[in-house]
């Protein structure tokens, strides 16, 4: 019998396996934030166990709150600052060149196919858009994670999404993924790895396989994982160049890390998307969806532009061609956040934040900060936020707030309209 | 080991997630301590009052997909600083199962049927359980009626509750 993916990454990182179908497995790379990373390091220093097992494997940024908006926050970053340089952790990146961990990590080459990749963030199951089994994990993980370069898992169960068809114009990642998890549900995949595949997916950009992988998380998945392939190579070409002779050469050893056809899944569902329209969410969980079309005219008071999910240049790009030439609606607040210093920069440089500002946004430095209500555009009571991040949970960007999920082309059309509507860019029914 | 012991706290409703639990905005404390206060803050549930109703609870009742969303390990931790060391579900989402077993607590899930008769039989009375690890059984009490359901724990979640969690078990084998 074949291995999909994710088995053999598993295999050949198996480090113990303590107890049937558990896998501890070894990590090519902690990823570390200031939110979940403090109490790790500070549980160590207490239990006399603060050192690391590799400080190159380990890349630290201060992305959640930043710049620190009080003295908590201040707090948090000290302690991930002085352990960055105690511990000789070169890669941390702090205010100024901080951007949103799971844009961030990618753009500056530290993914690569098969690797084994856990953070304390949710939506580190972004990185399998690599070919990568990236996980979320909680602090304790983490912390042995960052002591021993080890983590258990359970032995992957995968879910195969065959994603036939072509998708309409204006519709994008963000549609299907959300699509997705409305036929699935919020639990439709919980302990078990979502491998996305089909001609959809392989006509994708490396951001919008980001921003599919990004959700698998949102219907319980434990890593959103794509073969990697030639698109996969271009996006880390500069930094592997020197490990393979030619392009081709690194496409051949990355194919390793895909399935075989006879490998054992346990549910292949195929989806023909030919006919997909822009999705919205419309409750408090990212499974409860429907065609924008059926959200037409929901009143909105803010727009967010931003995030692990959809704060990358491709994302700015297809929002700045709606918004080119338009104001947003008076009543209607934009925020706009690039997720690094390198999109900032090159939306600069392309004339994208010109737009922006010209049409009415607020643009605010690289951040998470308003996607879950820690700073940079928390709701009122009552308020409604059009936005282009992952989850849409009761009070998610401020206590009595509701979060509409959807593309950047569709919260750009919304903030012009002042309400829930498709962008003109989409040219379907 | 940690008594696991205590009144029941029943939640009826499936995919309370983290936000639920221990929203975002708390997540600059450095303590767990300080969590505290704002355990199920924003838990949208009809009826349900945290400030009334956690107060001596030690163990939580609920549907499915218990502690979906966020990786915070702030959200099993805001549930042990106040006393409730056990949670009772149809399934947990994986980041917050692993979490609980990762520090010593005890997530146990149950068949829906299962899960459907205790709320059934004792939602909306005062209900006591005891849980055992060994036999993993947990007896249900109240107002004179008592009940025994029997729950599978592997082997590696064990150990981890008798090593009182993940940092202890990976320390000594790794």
Redesign the interface.
């Known amino acids: 019998m074949g291995k999909t993916i994710a088995e053999k990454i598993f295999d050949a990182h198996l480090?113990?396996k303590?107890?049937?179908?558990?896998y501890?497995l070894s990590l090519d790379m902690v990823f570390c934030h200031e939110?979940?990373t403090?109490?790790a390091i500070?549980?160590l220093v207490n239990?006399g166990?603060d050192r690391v097992f590799d400080p190159t494997k380990i890349k630290a940024v201060i992305d959640?709150?930043t710049p620190a908006k009080?003295s908590?926050?201040a707090?948090?970053h000290k302690?991930l600052r002085e352990w960055a340089r105690r511990h000789n952790i070169k890669d941390f990146f702090d205010v100024g060149r901080n951007g949103v961990c799971h844009a961030l990590f990618p753009e500056q080459g530290f993914v690569r196919p098969g690797y084994t990749i856990i953070?304390?963030?949710?939506h580190?199951c972004t990185h399998g858009a690599f070919g990568a089994f990236a996980?979320?994990?909680?602090?304790?993980?983490l912390?042995?994670g960052i002591?021993?370069g080890?983590c258990?898992f359970k032995y992957p169960k995968t879910i195969k999404f065959v994603l036939k068809g072509k998708l309409p114009e204006g519709v994008y990642a963000k549609d299907v993924i959300l699509y997705i998890i409305s036929q699935i549900s919020?639990?439709g995949a919980?302990?078990h790895v979502m491998e996305f595949t089909g001609p959809i997916v392989d006509a994708m950009s490396m951001e919008s396989r980001m921003t599919l992988s990004n959700m698998a998380?949102e219907a319980?998945g434990?890593s959103g994982i794509c073969y990697p392939d030639m698109t996969t190579v271009e996006y880390l070409w500069k930094f592997i160049q020197n490990d393979y002779p030619s392009k081709e050469a690194a496409l051949k050893d990355f194919q390793k890390w895909v399935s075989d056809p006879d490998a054992h899944y346990e549910k292949v569902l195929e989806y023909d998307l030919s006919d997909l329209e822009p999705m919205v969410t419309y409750g408090?969980?990212p499974d409860l969806v429907k065609p924008v079309r059926e959200m037409e005219g929901t009143p909105i008071d803010q727009v967010y532009i931003g995030s692990c999910t959809n704060g990358r240049l491709e994302d700015l790009r297809i929002a700045a061609q709606i918004l080119k030439g338009k104001k947003i609606a008076p009543t209607v607040r934009g925020i706009l956040s690039p997720a690094t210093p390198e999109i900032y920069f090159q939306a600069m440089e392309e004339g994208i934040l010109k737009i922006f500002y010209e049409a009415g946004f607020s643009i605010t430095n690289p951040t998470c900060g308003a996607c879950?209500?820690?700073s940079n555009g928390v709701l009122a009571e009552g308020e409604v936020c059009a936005a282009t991040t992952n989850?849409n949970?009761?009070?998610?960007m401020g206590?009595g707030g509701t979060v509409h999920l959807m593309s950047p082309a569709t919260a750009a059309a919304s903030a012009i309209a002042g309400k829930i509507t498709n962008s003109p860019l989409y040219r379907g029914k | 080991m940690r008594q696991f012991d205590g009144e029941v706290l029943f939640l009826d409703r499936?995919?309370i997630?983290t936000?639920?639990i221990i929203?975002?905005?708390y997540?600059?404390?450095?303590t767990k301590e300080a969590l505290k206060p704002y355990c199920l803050e924003?838990l949208?549930l009809e009826g349900f009052d945290p400030k009334r109703d956690l107060a001596g609870k030690s163990v939580i009742v609920t549907r499915?997909?218990f502690g979906?969303?966020?990786?915070?390990?702030h959200a099993?931790w805001a549930l042990e600083v106040n006393g409730i060391y056990t949670v009772i579900a149809e399934?947990?989402?994986?980041?917050?199962r692993?979490?609980m077993f990762?520090?010593g607590m005890l997530a146990i899930e149950l068949p829906k049927e299962t899960i459907d008769e205790i709320f059934r039989e004792f939602k909306g009375k005062k209900t006591y359980a005891k849980i055992s690890i060994d036999p993993a059984e947990i007896i249900l009490e109240a107002e004179g009626k008592k009940k025994t359901y029997s729950y599978t724990l592997?082997?590696?979640e064990k150990?981890l509750i008798e090593a009182g969690?993940?940092?202890g078990y990976?320390?000594k084998?790794?």
Request: a negative charge; hydrophobic letters at 35%; one cysteine or more.
């Open positions: 480090v113990d303590p107890y049937e179908g558990v501890v939110i979940t403090p109490v500070m549980d239990r166990l959640h709150v009080d908590k926050t707090t948090q302690i953070m304390g963030d949710s580190t996980a979320g994990v909680g602090t304790t993980d912390e042995v002591l021993k080890v258990a919020v639990n919980t302990d998380i319980g434990t408090y969980k879950l209500g820690m989850r949970f009761y009070g998610r206590k | 499936s995919d997630n936000d639920e929203p975002a905005k997540l600059t404390e450095i924003d949208k499915a997909n979906c969303g966020s990786s915070r390990e099993p399934n947990f989402a994986r980041i917050f692993q979490n990762n520090g592997g082997g590696f150990a969690g993940w940092v990976a320390e084998h790794y």
